[in-house]
C-alpha cells in the first residue's frame, strides 16, 4: 500500500510538468496582444509595454520563460499580476470560496443522488423509480445557466426568499443555492449511476447468499450491496470533485461567488499568464490527488482490491 | 411522444423566464431624498478589477478611473450635464499665446493625510508620470509639454524592435516651473489653445509627498484631493471609499460610504440591480437591453444618458480602391442611418452628422452636411465618378454586438449602389486592433472613437492630422493639417473652435472615415437612490446622490 502511494505520487511530477507547461505555452499562444485594453481604448506607451514585457520575461523563448517561472514556483513566488497584486493572494482568497461550493456541491449531490438512486434500484419499474427515472432526464436536459438563472429569477428577485447574489464573504449557508445548481446536472448522474449499479447487484450471488444466511433486509443493502455498488459512484463524484473546482465558472457568473473559475476565465481574456498557470497547477494538483484518494477507496469498498 | 415531451420540459425555463419579466420595476418619486439618511448611507456601484496600481498617472482603463475619479480633483474637471471644462483646484489658467500657461491654485485644499495641495504637488506628479523609466500608462498625455522628448525619448524602432530605448537625458520636463506655494507656469513645446480643457483627465491629478516618499504604501493606500478618500481595499471582491468632510471643492457628496464591488459578471450585478441590494450599474447586460426588458424589470430606475461615443467606418488609405474620395461619398450616402438606428438599435443611437460628438465644445450641427445623408441618386452618381466596379469590403469584430449592424449597413449599401458588399468578421476586438494598428485591413472598418476631452480638437487632430497617433488609415491632406496647426495657435479657445470647425469642413469633403451614430447608454439605479446622474463617460455622478 504505501510503495503503491509513494509511486502514484513520482508519476505527479511528470503529469504536472507537462500539464502546466501546456498551459504556460497556449495562455501566450493564443493570438492577440496581451497589451490590448490593458490601457483603456488606446494602445500602451512603448515604454510600459518594454517594462512590462522584462518583468514577465516576455522577450525570452517560451522555454526560457517557462523555465524561469519553474524555478520561481519552486521558490514558493507564484509573481505577481500586472496590477501588482501577488498571485499567490490571489490564489488564497479564491480557493477556499471555491472549495466551499465545491464541498457543498459534493455533499448535496452525494446524498440527494445516491438516495434517489437507492430507491429507484431498489424498487425496480415501480412509480418512484419512474419518478426518478423522469426527474433525473429533466435535469439532465437543461444546462446548467438555464437552472441558475431562474433559480436566482423566481427565488432571488421576484419572491425574494434568497439574496440574488453571494456577498463577498461567501459563507456555506450563501453557497447552498448555488451548489444546489453546481450539482444539478452531476446529481442526476449520480442517481441513474447509483440505480443501475444497484439494480446489477441486487442478483449478485453474495447478496443471495447473505439473504439465505437470514440477515436482516437493512444490513444486507447497507452494508453488503450498497459497499459494492458504491465504486463506480465514487469515480464519479472524485472527479467530479475536481471538475468543481475549475469548472464553476457559469455558476460562479450567475450568483457572483467570487472564486477560481471565474478568475482563470477573466485572467485568461486579460492574459495574465502567472496568474493563469498559478491557478491551474493547482487545479492539477487537486485533481491528481482526488484520483489517488478514489483509488484508495477502492480498496476500503471491496475488500478483493488490493494494491501492492 | 417523446420527441414532443422533450420540447415541452425544455420550454419550460423560458416560459417562466417570460412570465418572470412581466414583474418588477414599481414607481419611485423623485421628489428629492432624506438629508439625515442620505448624511450616513452607503452606496454601491458596480465595478470591474483595476488593470494596474492604484495610481492616477498609470491609469488610463474604466476600473481603475472609477476609484481614482472620487479620489482626485485636478486643475479642471468636466460639467456632468453639458460636459463643459470648468475650474476646479485651479483659480486661474491664463495665457496670452497659447504656449505658456499660468496656473494659480486655490488655497486650502489639502490631501485626505492633511497635508496642503501645493503647486509642487502637481508639478512633481506630472514629471513622475512623464518619466520613460517610470512606464506609466498615462506618460503620453504629457508629451506636449516642452522637455518631455528629454524624459521620455521615443524608441526608434518601437517597442516590438530589438533597440533599447535611449536613456532619457533629464529626469524633469524644463516647461514646468514651480513659481509659488500655489503658482506653477506651463510651457508647450508648441502652442496648443484647448490644453486647460485637456487638463480633466485623472493622469493630471496632484500627487501628495508620501507617493515620492514610498510609492509601495501608496499603492497600498492611495491618498488624494477629491471627495472621498480611500478606506480599504479586498482584491478582486470590493473597494471601500468614504466621504472626505475636508474637501473644499463644489462636487461635495452627500452620502458617507461608498462601496465599489466587482461582480464576475454583468448579468450577476444586474440580478442585484433589480432586486435592490446594488444601487448603480453603468452599463446594462446585453439581455436586459434586449427588447428593451429593462423598462419592465426597473421601471423609471433606468437612466439614459448620450456617451461621448462615435461610431464610424475607416477607409483605408494604403489598399486600392478605398483611397478614392468619391467612393467614400457614394458609400457615405448609401447608408440609411435613420433606419439602422431604429430598426437594429431600437433608437439607442442617434445618426451622425458630424465628425465631431454634439456633446463637445466646438460641435457644428450638420458639419458632415449632405455626405451623411441617406441619398441613394446622388450615391449612385459619385459611385459613377469614382468608377468603382467589384465588391466592398466590411470588417469588424463581432464580439462587441457589432455583426449586426456591420451586416445591416453592407446590405444598405448594397441595395443603394448596386455593387456586392460583403461582411468580414474578426473574432476579437484585439485581433481587430491589432490588424487596424498594423495597417493590415483589406476593406473598409469599423473605427470608433471615445473623446478624452470635451473638445473639437480630440475629434480632428488624432484621427486626420497627417502621422496623428489614431491616424490609423492613414489619411493625409496638406489643407487640413495646415488648418489643425493654425487652430493649435489661435490665441483663445473660442478663435480656436473656428479654425477647427473649418477644418473639419475640409475633411468632410474627403470623407476618409463615415460618421454613423453616437450612442447614447442606458444604466441603473436602485429604488432607494432618489436622485442620481449618468455622466457622459456613464459613471454615477456622487455629488448628485441622494437618499429616500
Keep these: 500500500m504505501g510503495r503503491y502511494v509513494l509511486r502514484r505520487l513520482l508519476q505527479m511530477v511528470p503529469v504536472l510538468l507537462g500539464t502546466t507547461f501546456l498551459i504556460y505555452v497556449m495562455v501566450w499562444a493564443v493570438p492577440g496582444d496581451p497589451f490590448a485594453g490593458k490601457c483603456g481604448e488606446r494602445a500602451c506607451p512603448d515604454a510600459y509595454i518594454t517594462e512590462m514585457r522584462e518583468r514577465f520575461n516576455l522577450d525570452d523563448p517560451v522555454i526560457v520563460q517557462y523555465g524561469k517561472y519553474m524555478l520561481n514556483l519552486l521558490s514558493g513566488d507564484f509573481g505577481e499580476t500586472s496590477s501588482g497584486v501577488q498571485v499567490i493572494d490571489r490564489i488564497a482568497d479564491t480557493f477556499p470560496v471555491t472549495l466551499r461550493l465545491a464541498l457543498v456541491a459534493l455533499v448535496i449531490e452525494a446524498v440527494i443522488g445516491i438516495t434517489a438512486g437507492i430507491v429507484s434500484g431498489l424498487r425496480n419499474r415501480g412509480f418512484l423509480d419512474s419518478l426518478v427515472l423522469v426527474s433525473t432526464l429533466f435535469l439532465i436536459s437543461i444546462p446548467v445557466f438555464v437552472t441558475g438563472s431562474v433559480i436566482q429569477l423566481v427565488f432571488g428577485i421576484q419572491w425574494g426568499v434568497i439574496p440574488p447574489t453571494v456577498s463577498s464573504k461567501a459563507t456555506f449557508g450563501e453557497l447552498i443555492v448555488p451548489g444546489f445548481v453546481l450539482a444539478s446536472l452531476s446529481m442526476a448522474y449520480v442517481a441513474r449511476l447509483t440505480r443501475s449499479s444497484i439494480a446489477e447487484n441486487r442478483r449478485a450471488d453474495y447478496v443471495r447468499t447473505a439473504l439465505a444466511k437470514g440477515l436482516p433486509q437493512r444490513r444486507v443493502v447497507g452494508v453488503h450491496l450498497l459497499r459494492n455498488s458504491l465504486i463506480p459512484v465514487i469515480t464519479f463524484l472524485g472527479t467530479d470533485l475536481g471538475s468543481f473546482l475549475g469548472g464553476a465558472i457559469v455558476t460562479e457568473g450567475i450568483f457572483n461567488v467570487p472564486g477560481v473559475g471565474g478568475l482563470i476565465f477573466r485572467s485568461i481574456q486579460t492574459k495574465e499568464g502567472a496568474l493563469v498557470t498559478g491557478l491551474v497547477t493547482l487545479l492539477v494538483l487537486a485533481y491528481l490527488v482526488m484520483t489517488l484518494l478514489v483509488d484508495l477507496l477502492y480498496a476500503v469498498l471491496d475488500p478483493r482490491i488490493r494494491y501492492e | ?548
Design chain 2, 1 to 548: 411522444m417523446r420527441r414532443s415531451r422533450w420540447i415541452s420540459l425544455s420550454a419550460m425555463p423560458v416560459a417562466l423566464a417570460l412570465v418572470a419579466t412581466g414583474c418588477g420595476g414599481g414607481g419611485g418619486d423623485n421628489a428629492g431624498g432624506d438629508a439625515a439618511a442620505t448624511a450616513d448611507a452607503t452606496i454601491t456601484i458596480n465595478e470591474t478589477e483595476p488593470e494596474n496600481p492604484l495610481v492616477p498617472g498609470n491609469t488610463t482603463e474604466a476600473g481603475g478611473s472609477r476609484v481614482l475619479d472620487p479620489m482626485f480633483t485636478g486643475l479642471v474637471e468636466y460639467d456632468p450635464q453639458t460636459y463643459a471644462a470648468s475650474n476646479a483646484m485651479a483659480e486661474s489658467i491664463d495665457t496670452t499665446d497659447s504656449k505658456v500657461f499660468t496656473v494659480k491654485l486655490k488655497k486650502g485644499w489639502k490631501f485626505h493625510d492633511g497635508t496642503e495641495v501645493k503647486a509642487k504637488n502637481f508639478v512633481d506628479a506630472w514629471n513622475w508620470t512623464a518619466y520613460g523609466p517610470n512606464a506609466t500608462q498615462g506618460a503620453s498625455f504629457f508629451s506636449k509639454i516642452q522637455g518631455y522628448s528629454d524624459v521620455h525619448p521615443d524608441d526608434p524602432d518601437g517597442a516590438d524592435g530589438p533597440q533599447p530605448a535611449p536613456e532619457p537625458t533629464a529626469k524633469e520636463m524644463s516647461g514646468l516651473k514651480v513659481i509659488d506655494d500655489h503658482t506653477f507656469e506651463i510651457t508647450l513645446a508648441a502652442p496648443f489653445s484647448v490644453f486647460p480643457v485637456t487638463l480633466g483627465y485623472e493622469v493630471f491629478s496632484p500627487m501628495p509627498d508620501s507617493f515620492f516618499a514610498d510609492q509601495k504604501a501608496f499603492e497600498a493606500h492611495p491618498i488624494g484631493n477629491g471627495p472621498m478618500k480611500f478606506v480599504s481595499r479586498q482584491v478582486g471582491t470590493e473597494i471601500r471609499l468614504t466621504r472626505f468632510d475636508d474637501y473644499q471643492g463644489e462636487d461635495k457628496v452627500k452620502f458617507k460610504d461608498l462601496v465599489l464591488k466587482v461582480y464576475q459578471s454583468r448579468e450577476s450585478a444586474y440580478a442585484d440591480l433589480v432586486s435592490g441590494s446594488l444601487d448603480y450599474l453603468e452599463e446594462l447586460p446585453a439581455n436586459a437591453l434586449a427588447g428593451k426588458k429593462y423598462e419592465a424589470d426597473l421601471g423609471d430606475r433606468a437612466i439614459v444618458r448620450d456617451t461621448l461615443q462615435l461610431q464610424s467606418v475607416t477607409f483605408p488609405y494604403y489598399v486600392k480602391p478605398y483611397d478614392n474620395t468619391d467612393l467614400h461619398k457614394a458609400v457615405s450616402m448609401a447608408i440609411n442611418r435613420e433606419e439602422i438606428t431604429q430598426r437594429i438599435f431600437e433608437g439607442t443611437r442617434t445618426p451622425a452628422d458630424a465628425f465631431v460628438h454634439p456633446l463637445t465644445d466646438g460641435y457644428q450641427k450638420g458639419a458632415c452636411g449632405e455626405y451623411c445623408t441617406y441619398n441613394p441618386t446622388k450615391a449612385k452618381e459619385y459611385l459613377a465618378k469614382s468608377g468603382f466596379t467589384g465588391q466592398l469590403k466590411l470588417q469588424s469584430n463581432t464580439d462587441g454586438g457589432h455583426q449586426e449592424w456591420a451586416e445591416a449597413v453592407c446590405n444598405s449599401v448594397k441595395n443603394a449602389l448596386g455593387v456586392d458588399c460583403v461582411f468580414e468578421p474578426l473574432t476579437s476586438f484585439a485581433e481587430h486592433r491589432q490588424k487596424v494598428n498594423a495597417h493590415e485591413m483589406t476593406g473598409i472598418y469599423r473605427s470608433g472613437w471615445l473623446a478624452d476631452y470635451p473638445s473639437i480638437e480630440n475629434w480632428l487632430t488624432p484621427l486626420y492630422r497627417t502621422g496623428a497617433s489614431s491616424n490609423d488609415g492613414l489619411y493625409s491632406n496638406p489643407a487640413v493639417d495646415a488648418k489643425l496647426a493654425e487652430a493649435d495657435q489661435a490665441p483663445s479657445k473660442e478663435a480656436a473652435n473656428a479654425l477647427y470647425r473649418e477644418a473639419e469642413k475640409l475633411i468632410a469633403e474627403d470623407m476618409p472615415a463615415i460618421p454613423l451614430w453616437t450612442q447614447k447608454n442606458v444604466a441603473g439605479r436602485s429604488e432607494r437612490l432618489k436622485n442620481a446622474q449618468s455622466d457622459p463617460q456613464r459613471n454615477l455622478v456622487l455629488s448628485s446622490v441622494e437618499i429616500g
